[in-house]
């Protein structure tokens, strides 16, 4: 709020400030709500130069900030920053008007435009939801989702991404986790994770086999193998591995194929295994020592040419 050099000259630009009923009357709809020069038009049946011309008046004596959304400036008062004998003036001011028939009206007029507008977005909504994804894709993309589901993961984990090849999933992870692991008996694929994930502090590579993990007993609260599992002649040992490093009560998810006839596919993927069953999957977490296994197939992708994909977890 801006002050003059002494307190009474600033006490008298306060009251000065408060000595019209137009302003009263804004002041009593922007201690509640924020809103534009358009909603108050309506509310206070003023022309637009007139609100702003007093809107100007209260910004310059501190008692409304606005703040922009889009291409409207919406304004609102600022309680919480208004100086004591500010607040003081103001609250005099309203226990004084609280009464104030006009008040009531002005009131009235702020429901309907609120409805107004809350009906705005519902039929613009109504009609966009047949196409909604379609449009929100195009719009936005869909890495936003991706990043609201990964700030659901619990700061403080560390999580060991086992295969981790050129390290993607590491670097997707890395900024809402405590530590990534990334585990990997390829060279040429650690590289390349070394790469993309350089400069993120708390990514550690290592190279080593996903049947004899390089890491320490129940030090990691997630592992994660990701399109991994066909390419290992005996998968319950990288199981086995996996619920080693996970702490009690740590989570495993996998993701592979869903078993498949497509045997031209896993001979140029150069895969030791056409996939896996679901009820085998979560028989076999279960058999190394997870709880609360479970797995399921996901639906293809549009536009993916290989076989489908299953999703598999436990504790």
Same mark, same amino acid.
């Not at 959304?69 to 500010?86: D, S």
């Not at 045997?263 to 028989?283: I, K, L, S, T, Y």
């Given at each position: 709020? =801006?002050?003059?050099?002494?307190?009474?000259?600033?006490?008298?630009?306060?009251?000065?400030?408060?000595?019209?009923?137009?302003?009263?009357?804004?002041?009593?709809?922007?201690?509640?709500?924020?809103?534009?020069?358009?909603?108050?038009?309506?509310?206070?049946?003023?022309?637009?130069?007139?609100?702003?011309?007093?809107?100007?008046?209260?910004?310059?004596?501190?008692? /409304?900030?606005?703040?922009?959304?889009?291409?409207?400036? %919406?304004? $609102?008062?600022?309680?919480?920053?208004?100086?004591?004998?500010?607040?003081?003036?103001?609250?005099?001011?309203?226990?004084?008007?609280?009464?104030?028939?006009?008040?009531?009206?002005?009131?009235?007029?702020?429901?309907?435009?609120?409805?107004?507008?809350?009906?705005?977005?519902?039929? #613009? #909504?109504?009609?966009?939801?047949?196409?909604?994804?379609?449009?929100?894709?195009?719009?936005?993309?869909?890495? $936003?989702?991706?990043?609201?589901? %990964?700030? %659901?993961?619990?700061?403080?984990?560390?999580?060991?991404?086992?295969?981790?090849?050129?390290?993607?999933?590491?670097?997707?992870?890395?900024?809402?986790?405590? =530590?990534?692991?990334?585990?990997?008996?390829?060279?040429?694929?650690?590289?390349?994770?070394?790469?993309?994930?350089?400069?993120?502090?708390?990514?550690?590579?290592?190279?080593?086999?996903?049947?004899?993990?390089?890491?320490?007993?129940?030090?990691?609260?997630?592992?994660?193998?990701?399109? /991994?599992?066909?390419?290992?002649?005996?998968?319950?040992?990288?199981?086995?591995?996996?619920?080693?490093?996970? =702490?009690?009560?740590?989570?495993?998810?996998?993701?592979?194929?869903?078993?498949?006839?497509? !045997?031209?596919?896993?001979?140029?993927?150069?895969?030791?295994?056409?996939? $896996?069953?679901?009820?085998?999957?979560?028989?076999?977490?279960?058999?190394?020592? $997870?709880?609360?296994?479970?797995?399921?197939?996901?639906?293809?992708?549009? !536009?993916?040419?290989?076989?489908?994909?299953?999703?598999?977890?436990?504790?």
């Amino acid at each position: 709020m =801006k002050t003059t050099a002494t307190q009474p000259a600033a006490l008298l630009n306060w009251m000065d400030s408060l000595a019209d009923a137009t302003r009263l009357r804004l002041l009593h709809l922007l201690e509640k709500h924020e809103l534009g020069v358009v909603d108050l038009c309506e509310v206070l049946q003023m022309p637009q130069s007139t609100v702003s011309r007093h809107l100007k008046v209260l910004g310059d004596q501190g008692w /409304v900030l606005s703040r922009r959304q889009a291409t409207t400036n %919406l304004y $609102f008062m600022p309680n919480g920053e208004l100086p004591a004998t500010a607040r003081k003036l103001w609250t005099l001011a309203r226990e004084q008007t609280d009464d104030w028939a006009t008040l009531a009206h002005d009131a009235l007029r702020l429901e309907r435009r609120l409805t107004h507008r809350t009906g705005d977005a519902r039929d #613009f #909504f109504a009609g966009a939801a047949g196409q909604w994804d379609k449009l929100r894709r195009e719009l936005y993309g869909d890495r $936003f989702m991706n990043a609201a589901v %990964l700030a %659901l993961l619990p700061s403080h984990w560390t999580i060991a991404d086992l295969g981790c090849g050129t390290g993607q999933i590491a670097a997707e992870l890395s900024p809402y986790v405590h =530590k990534i692991i990334g585990i990997d008996n390829s060279s040429a694929m650690l590289k390349a994770a070394a790469k993309r994930t350089k400069g993120l502090k708390n990514v550690e590579l290592r190279e080593g086999e996903l049947t004899a993990l390089p890491i320490k007993d129940a030090t990691c609260d997630a592992a994660i193998l990701a399109l /991994v599992l066909t390419y290992i002649p005996e998968p319950a040992a990288a199981l086995r591995e996996m619920r080693r490093i996970i =702490k009690p009560g740590g989570k495993a998810v996998i993701i592979d194929l869903l078993r498949h006839d497509r !045997d031209n596919f896993r001979r140029d993927m150069e895969q030791v295994h056409a996939g $896996f069953e679901p009820d085998a999957m979560r028989r076999d977490l279960i058999a190394v020592g $997870f709880t609360n296994a479970a797995c399921h197939a996901l639906p293809p992708e549009p !536009d993916t040419k290989g076989p489908a994909l299953i999703l598999a977890t436990a504790t």
